[in-house]
Structures are given as structure tokens and as C-alpha cells.
């Protein structure tokens, strides 16, 4: 029996004894987080999936894994298909799976400090039809069979200082105060993780690759906060920051504040609370008013201070990148490297900066089949080596105190050249990416109206990829940072319908992918800045790209580029020079010379 088979086992067995018929299983903490510590980590303790998306469900006979497009094959790699049901996401939820299979009923479980309340809302009604309840545990199943579930995290909180913020907390707090008294709130919820740190001016180390310390922050119509978190994270640096308008409260007070707040109005994002809060709340008898986190707008929304910050961490960061791109360049041929020596090299380049804090996420090398999994993770067991005359993707960024990073290059490596059909596609990857770069759009654009032209060239051969085009990258904090995204509509979900606005940085990174033979994708982060011409009637915006390394020439096909596109490249590249080159010397430098020289035409 596996590990993996003996965990659900053992899971199934706590259930039993819980009276309870099933449970629900997310990726996910008390904060909604993307990204979490690893004693929330429960979907991968119980499945051995390691993505950053998905959710499980376990039934007394069944079980299923719900995943996206971007995981497909990473599932099917990590899951064992013999004891779980691979169901891929939005295509069928985990509400129409349980009304499918859940036994008529039922009782299944849900922990409330990891679940919306829309979620628990709509599964609730999906097991009535089955006459099947959703029953909300005072203690997660999991915990009482993960016996060496980690701790959660310790570490001191950060400040995070004035020169790199641009904006003093007290500002940020005075303006959260000024939305709640024209909303005629009393206080808000603020419990995303990122919009703590944004808001207190503070960073932590509690969950790898972003910067932010696990508490809660209360913000009130005075201008006051209560932050809620482990009195050991806090030392005296970080008491004289926040200052006396922010109360230091346990974590455990959280709840019975919360209860506290009987005849108050108080805002809450429902997209980032999770239904403990609302439960608290309701039972303490406030009204409760739905609302965006006030934080999420004006966070995604970077300051000049901000801008200057991040263009100079993207330097330092492209420079790092081209070093690597140099040794790749010298090494890969030879058929020594695999993705975990290569990733390990990248991460020495970075860490030589001097000023590298961290990861912005785990890097994602990929060589040759691995590749066509757009969120692939190397790890012990799936690394592969990086063989001649094939194509190596990799995924990677950094956190520095002024900026955080997030690029993608694919390279050939050679000595042979590659396939026609692999510089067709990427050749349609690089168009893509080139239309996006060159947009200029009306205020009030949304994403999804973006997101056609990064798809065309590839939709004209009969292709596409099936995650988003773009997402928000923070500053010095979460490099997937909401509201806005560029992708298909969804209805409104996950930013796609959120207007850019000058300021917002976000990724531009199309891709192709083709299972068990290679991955293609070209990621720079570009920021949204206002253009003014002539005749405009109205504003319109375009992208300034902050990313800049050599792109690899080995894979195009000039054939397919027009006149502008050829422009943008070789424009482009004398700007990774200009920005590049004067970090560089020896033969890293003579490398990207090379590199940057302008496409040769066909």
C-alpha cells in the first residue's frame, strides 16, 4: 500500500469516526492565500499533487481531484489514478460532482477557515437535490491524521520602509478610512495576507516566495487598526513602526472581536474572507456589508516610487537572467546539465546580486516533454536532463525589496537546429507576445479584450494554450496579485473584466504546448502607462516592458514577422543592451552582444 493510499485510508477512517460521509479539500489557508504555509498544505499531504491549484473530494467509496488546464498532466503524473478521479476545472465544479455522487443523505464535511462563503452557499444547494447536507467541522479532519503536520511559521515581521513603499502607512490607513465613511461602514476585514503587508507597511517569511506574515487586521472609519498576529513576530522595530493608531492582538482574539462587533457595520470581501469570518460576524450580530478589500485597487495600482523601484529590480533581475542565458549557452549542449542543477545555477546568479530576498516562485525548469506542462515543478523523482537538440523552458523570478520578477524564456539547445513546426510555434508564441507589447487601448479596456491578441497568430494555425495571458505582480510581495488578469472572459472572474488602469503592471506571456514533446512560452512583466497623441479622443494607455533579456533567436522563423514585428525585436534588444551590457563583462558580455545584435531578415 502507498503512502498516498494510506492517507486517504486514514482520512476516511477520522470521517468515520466524525460521523461524517465525506469532506472537501482545498489548497488553501485561512487567508485565501495562493500560496500557503506548508502546515496548510493538506491537498498535497493526503494526494502528492504539488501544484498551487486544486481541491479534493473524499467520499466513503469515491474520491476526485479537481484541478485546471494548467495542471492536466502534472495530475496525472503525481495522483495515483487507481484510488482518485481526475475531473479538470471549470468544465465540472466540485458542487456538480457532489450532486453526481454524494450518496443521498449525506453528510459532508467543510472547514470554514477554508472556504468562501459563495462556495459553501452553492455546494450547500447542489446537496439538497440530493436531500445531502454541508456540515462545517470544528477542527479539519486532516490535522487529526497529518502527524507531523509543520508548525505554522514564527518568523519576525519586516517593516517594510517608506523608500520602497512610496506611501507611509498611516496614509494608506487614513485612505481605507475615508472609504469606509463614504460607504457608511464602520470597519473592514482585511484578511488577504498581501493586503496586510500593503496596508502596515510590514513583510514577513511565512510562506515561501512571498513576503507576508500570517495575521489579521481590522481597519476602522478613525483611521485606527487592530493587527492580529503571534505576539513573537512582533519586536520592537516593527512596535515603533506601526505606532500606537495599530493595537497588537493575539491571534486568538480575532473570533471574539469579530463576535464583539453587535450593531456595527463592517466590510467584507467575499472573495478573500473566508465563511469563519462571516460566521463570526453573524453570530455577533453585525451587518455585514460585501465589499472589495479597500486595499485591492490601490495596491494593484503602483505608485511612482513603486514604478522606479520595480524597473530597477527588473536591471538587477535581467542582468542575473542574462548571465544564466550565457551559461546555458556554454553548458547545455553538452548534455551534464537537469533541471534541478540548472535551476540551482539561476538561483546562485540571483543570490550573487546581493540583494535577493527570495524566490518569487519555485522556478519552473523544464526540459524537452516537461516543458508541456505550463506549471511543471521539478522535484527529485520528475527531474529530467536537459538533452542537445531540444527545447528547455524556464519559468523564474525574484523578490527584492524594491521590485518582484517574473520571467520566461524558452531556449533551444543545441547543435542541431530545431523542427520547422517548433519555430512555427514559437514563432506564433513571439507574435503574440509583440501584439501585446505594441497595444494601445482606450481607458475602460478590460483584460479579456487584450486577450486576442496574444492568441491570433496561434488561433490561425489551429492552436492555443490553456491558461491566462497575463496576471498582476506585486512589489516586494505576491508576484500573483489581483484584480486585473488578461485572459478569455470568465464571467466577470478573476479580473478579466477589471479596467487597466496606468500603473497596474501585469505579465504578458502567450504560450504552446505539446504534450510529451516540449513547451513554449515568452513572459515579460509590462506595465500599463497613459500614451497621449495627437487627435486621441479620450485617454489611452499602452504598456512600457519592464522584463529585459535576450530572447532566444535560434527558434524564429522571420519569415512569419512583419515589418513592425521585426522592429519590436530588434528595438527591444538594443534596450536589453542598453540596460543589460553595463552589468556584464567578459564573455558574459560579448554573449548578449551577440545576443541583442539585430534578427537577421529572410
Known sequence: MSTYEARLGALRAQLKQDQLDGFVVPICDEHM???????????????????????????????????????????????????????????????????????????????????????????????????????????NPIDAVWADQPEKSDAK??????????????????????WLADNGVDSTVISALDSVAWLLNVR??????????????LAHADGTADLFVAPEKVDEA??????????????????????????????????????????????????????????????????????DGHRAAQARDGAALSRYLHWLAQEAHKGELTELSAAAQLRAFREATGLLKDLSFDTISAAGPNGASPHYKVDEKSNRRIDPNSIYLVDSGGQYLDGTTDVTRTIWVGPG????????????????????????????TRGAQLDTLARAALWQAGVDYAHGTGHGVGSFLAVHEGPQRIGKFSGGQAGTDEPLQAGMILSNEPGYYKQGEYGIRIENLILVEERKF?????????????????????????????????????????????????????????????????????
Open 534 to 602: 495627437g487627435g486621441a479622443e479620450g485617454r489611452y494607455f499602452g504598456f512600457e516592458t519592464l522584463t529585459f533579456a535576450p530572447i532566444d533567436k535560434a527558434l524564429v522563423d522571420t519569415s512569419l514577422l512583419t515589418r513592425d514585428e521585426l522592429r519590436w525585436w530588434d528595438d527591444y534588444h538594443a534596450k536589453v543592451l542598453d540596460i543589460v551590457a553595463p552589468q556584464l563583462d567578459g564573455d558574459a558580455l560579448a554573449w548578449v552582444t551577440d545576443a541583442c545584435a539585430p534578427i537577421e531578415r529572410i
Open 417 to 444: 537546429e530545431p523542427t520547422a513546426e517548433m519555430k512555427d510555434r514559437y514563432t506564433r508564441v513571439l507574435k503574440g507576445h509583440i501584439a501585446l507589447a505594441l497595444a494601445v487601448f482606450p481607458e475602460g
Open 204 to 217: 514577513g517569511s511565512d510562506v515561501s516566495n512571498t513576503p507576508v506574515a500570517l495575521s489579521f487586521v
Open 33 to 139: 492565500s495562493e500560496y500557503v504555509g506548508d502546515y496548510a498544505q493538506r491537498l498535497g499531504w493526503l494526494t502528492g499533487f504539488g501544484g498551487s491549484a486544486g481541491s479534493a473530494v473524499v467520499l466513503s467509496e469515491e474520491a476526485a481531484i479537481f484541478t485546471d488546464g494548467r495542471y492536466t498532466l502534472q495530475v496525472r503524473e503525481q495522483v495515483d489514478g487507481q484510488n482518485w478521479q481526475y475531473v479538470g476545472v471549470p468544465q465540472t465544479s466540485i458542487a456538480d460532482w457532489l450532486k453526481e455522487y454524494a450518496p443521498a443523505g449525506a453528510r459532508i464535511g467543510y472547514d470554514p477557515w477554508v472556504h468562501t462563503k459563495g462556495w459553501v452557499e452553492s455546494a450547500s444547494s447542489a446537496l439538497k437535490a440530493k436531500g445531502a447536507e454541508l456540515v462545517a467541522v470544528k477542527s
Open 157 to 178: 515581521l519586516m517593516v517594510h520602509e517608506d523608500r520602497y513603499a512610496g506611501q507611509n502607512s498611516a496614509e494608506k490607513r487614513a485612505a481605507v478610512a475615508e
Open 238 to 307: 516593527v512596535q515603533a513602526h506601526l505606532g500606537n493608531a495599530v493595537r497588537l492582538r493575539t491571534p486568538e482574539e480575532f473570533v471574539p472581536a469579530l463576535k464583539a462587533m453587535s450593531g456595527k457595520r463592517i466590510a467584507v470581501d467575499p472573495d478573500r474572507a473566508v465563511a469563519a469570518i462571516f460566521g463570526a460576524l453573524t453570530d455577533g450580530g453585525a451587518t455585514i456589508v460585501e465589499a472589495r478589500d479597500p486595499t485591492i485597487l490601490p495596491k494593484a495600482i503602483k505608485n511612482p516610487v513603486e514604478q
